[in-house]
């Protein structure tokens, strides 16, 4: 049967704590060195007990291992590995296949999105090459999706994007960022200029349209597609955010997770982890991080998935300012909808603004410093991106229970104190309590074992059984229960965690298969090989590169080639695509600002466009 497995994000310990409290089934974070996004960095001790927290509830811990690498590197990033591996990391998420070359300790492997995985062809490559997770492209569609998981072998499992930012390139093949100030998303320290504004003109110079963020897209929400999405074979549901801040975590964890298992139950599926959340807040993703949302080609080519006025979080949509004044604006209900400190944008056809509520009076809200001079034109739409009072809430306890049962029984001049989770592990744990009296008055001392024994308060456990045999029942005083309550869950505990390791560390690693045809496997810079152990697993397969990463070649290498390749396209976003609209222009499209001047070739027969740097 398919376990199936909401994979969460983590910039820090504490955020991947949280995501597994609220019921992540794994969590994809950062070590200290190599992973694509540098700034979101975790030691390896600290790792160490995120791994003790995560596998208690039969959670992953997958480390993100997923830049291109300097020959240099590799045997720091071998060693590397192996210390995670010593500590209990569950799998890594890498990119450079010359760590496959290099002896990596025997851990399950996840071939990250940089990977570029868009064809059958290159899924069984990957999946020849060891990876028992392969990383799907957000551009596919559900039927590529389906066509992909089918050709894999059984145990190959698919992984999607399902929430979270988009970046505008196939994810591996963006070189904008190198280009313009020599910073690589491939070596973790993408720049975002696809965030950035710029001009829009034709081959002649003429202005197509006014300067916009014509390369930045809004943010992907498929939770109305998670049942397709099943269906089409994906395996594990991967949020996007290892920059995003933990309110941003918990509230979209907790959102996919309610839909995840509604979904898992009709299939007659079974989720990948153990243990119920208990959640103090009503989950929507509109509340927090978003840039307003769109599925994302999920269903074929999509129409406004761009993010033309903004690159920033707008949030949720509230309403329209049908009345301003100096510094504020009238909003029906306001008292009832807003907070003092909510943070607003206000998006008009000419600009879009933001800034806080200072003050709500009845119907009125102003806004900024009395000082300040805000204009908000009338008819303005109003969104919020700060939910004060949502926010507050996020801040509540989030605890993730595990039903247990507890059982008291005698045994030869003794009594035996037993736990067992009540989930399909079945770990069990016991205590021996010796030189006991038995109780006189058996029923009171029946309910006070029970009453005690199921205070398991801060504990991950809920007694939702306790059965007391009712011969000889002990007499015991209440300090002495607590005792061995607190041992007998310390023992379960040390159990789980001691099952947990033994399994993981019965894991074999596939070999990789040579004899497989590759035939269309990139063998050029877009390969993004960067170092001669990949260059030698590579030839292994019959495939030898032509062309090293452009990382290994100053920036300046870039001049009048291809910088990126995408599913999006400016004028099908403008209503004018060159398919359907009567006004044609003249390409290439030029897009310019003062860090880049671009090339855009639309791409008809792949619905999107390649981008070169002039």
Known sequence: MRRIELLCPAKNIQTAKSAILCGADAVYIGANAFGARYVASNPTDEIAELCDFAHLYGCRVCITLNTILHDDEIPQAIDLAKKLYDVGVDSLIIQDLGLLECGLPPMPLQASTQCHTTTTEKAKFLE??????????????????????????????????????????????????????????????????????????????????????YLSLRDMNRSQSVGEMLDAGVDIFKIEGRLKDENYVKNTTAYYRKILDK???????????????????????????????????????????????????????IGFAKKTFPNGFILPNATAILSNGDGLVFEDKENSFGCAVRKIEGDKVYLGHPNDKIIVRANSKIFRNKNVKFESELEKQIVRKMDVEISV?????????????????????????????????????????????????QTPFVAKNIFVNSKNVPFLPVSKINAIRRELIDALTKNILDSYKQSQRQYIAPQPNFDI??????????????????????????????????????????LGKQVMQTKHCILRELNLCTKTSDKKIKQPLILKNQSAYLHVYTDCKNCGMNIFYK
């Open 263 to 317: 979904e898992i139950e009709s299939r007659n599926l079974k989720r990948a982890s153990f243990g119920k959340s208990e959640i103090d807040f009503q989950p929507d993703p509109n509340k927090t991080f978003t840039r307003t949302f769109c599925e994302y080609h999920l269903h074929g080519t999509q129409k406004n998935c761009a993010s033309f006025d903004t690159p920033k979080a707008k949030g949720e949509f």
């Open 128 to 213: 020849a090459c060891g990876f028992g997770t392969i990383v799907l492209a957000r551009e596919l569609s559900l039927e590529q999706i389906k066509e992909i998981s089918q050709a894999l072998k059984p145990d190959t499992r698919i992984e999607c994007f399902v929430h979270g930012a988009l970046c505008v390139s196939y994810s591996g093949q963006c070189r904008l960022s190198y280009a313009i100030g020599g910073r690589s998303g491939n070596r973790g320290e993408c720049a975002q200029p696809c965030r950035m504004k710029y001009e829009l003109y034709d081959a002649d110079e003429n202005e197509i349209a006014p300067p916009a963020h």
């Open 517 to 558: 045809t590759t035939d269309t496997i990139q063998s050029d810079e877009l390969a993004n090989v960067l170092n001669s152990y990949a260059e030698k697993f590579y030839k292994k397969f019959g495939i030898n590169i032509s062309g090293r990463a452009v990382e290994s070649t100053p920036k300046e290498s870039l």
């Open 409 to 457: 029984s005698s045994a030869e001049n003794a009594t035996l104190f037993s736990v067992k989770t009540l989930d399909e592990r079945a770990i069990e744990a016991s205590v021996k309590i010796t030189d006991i009296t038995n109780a006189q008055n058996e029923n009171r001392a029946i309910e006070t074992l029970k009453q005690n024994l199921a205070k398991l308060g």
